[in-house]
């Protein structure tokens, strides 16, 4: 295991940004840097040994601190959505920015994606990784209680990439964290991603309004677009769908299998199924994804429009997204999992991908 570290660059508020990059044995390899915890790299071998670039990204901090689609970054303190950009907990009510139409999206404008995280690199045997640390304060984007997060991603020689998430609070609070990467197995930038095929092992989904909100309710997937069980070429059924921007509940989630203060579960992660899928036939790179969540928010990259990247520019589909997660909107809707943190707790939850060709 190979760790290399430097300075990427510095923000406009004078803060040094650092970007640690891990390489295996097996040539593949992640970057990441301090700002927004954004994971900005990963490059993997396909079935040639052509190693190539597989996220979006911007070409330097600049592009990141311009704004951009959540490439990479950390999202939180809730991602995903919450209807009204509201939310009321123990009583009190609490009033959020709203950053989507109406609603709050993945922790508002001043979410995690544009916090400096203290960053650690670290090698322990057949392994190496990045642990990030951030301090939410209490009233950070209208969220209540004092947030202390960590989030390690760590590769190994057995080519799989972890993402493992821990927070305490000392008042209740909502919790979402993931990672928004998006991926292309041909190669950033390199088309788009419907020809990928996808296997989702998820026979339930959470349908939504028109502003993304879920209506509450969990239904089948079997006869409808969102039917991935078997193996799928993305493009088939995505213009049915109106494209894919919808969370998926996993099998483990319904076995009992999961949960965000359980150590055991999150630990056992790697013994599960995989809950998806993804390859590439034009290339051979294959992923499969593990997780401790409840949900996976499928996302297609339909709002993607010559936006900025590397080296170029990216259009819609150039890139899919496999958010785990808890359910959107969760705060405001009693019958799903809940997100609520609370002091004495502990906030836990891993996800795997396991990268092959």
């Known amino acids: 295991m190979k760790i290399e570290g430097t300075t990427y660059g510095t923000t406009k508020s004078g803060d040094r940004v650092d970007i640690v990059t891990i390489t295996n044995s097996n040539n593949i390899s992640f970057s990441a840097i301090s700002y927004g915890a954004t994971l900005i790299s990963v490059k993997t071998p396909d079935r040639n040994g052509n190693i190539d670039e597989i996220t979006l990204g911007k070409a330097d901090l600049a592009g990141y601190e311009a704004g951009h689609p959540f490439f990479g970054s950390t999202v939180g303190r809730f991602g995903n959505r919450i209807a009204g950009a509201a939310f009321s907990l123990d009583g009190e009510q609490h009033n959020l920015e709203a950053n989507n139409g109406p609603n709050s999206l993945h922790g508002g404008p001043g979410g995690f994606h544009v916090r400096m995280w203290e960053i650690f690199p670290f090698k322990q045997d057949d392994k190496a990784g990045i642990k990030f640390t951030y301090v939410s304060e209490d009233g950070e984007e209208g969220f209540p209680g004092r947030l202390q997060i960590s989030a390690v991603y760590t590769l190994t020689e057995n080519n799989e990439l972890f993402f ?17 990467v998006y991926w292309n197995l041909s190669g950033a930038g390199d088309g788009t991603i419907l020809d990928h095929v996808l296997k989702l092992n998820c026979d339930r989904y959470i349908p939504v309004d028109d502003v993304q ?29 109106g494209g894919f921007d919808h969370n998926w509940v996993t099998a483990a989630y319904r076995k009992g299998m999961t949960g965000h203060g359980s150590e055991e579960k999150a630990a056992a992660v790697a013994e599960t199924e995989p809950f998806a899928v993804l390859t590439s036939p034009s290339t051979g790179r294959r992923q499969e994804f593990f997780t401790s969540q409840p949900g996976v928010q499928f996302y297609s990259g339909n709002f993607l429009d010559n936006e900025s990247g590397r080296t170029g ?11 785990t997660q808890n359910f959107p909107d969760a705060p405001n809707q009693p019958s799903f999992p809940s997100s609520i943190l609370r002091p004495g707790e502990k906030y836990i939850q891993s996800t795997m991908i396991r990268f092959s060709c």
């Open 213 to 241: 909100i879920p209506l509450g309710e969990i239904r089948a997937v079997a006869g409808t677009p969102f039917d991935f069980q078997q193996e799928k070429r993305i493009g088939d059924d995505i213009g049915a769908a």
């Open 313 to 323: 520019n990216y259009d819609k589909n150039a890139g899919l997204c496999l958010e």
């Open 164 to 180: 493992d998430y821990e927070a305490i609070t000392d008042k209740a609070t909502p919790i979402n964290l993931t990672n928004h």
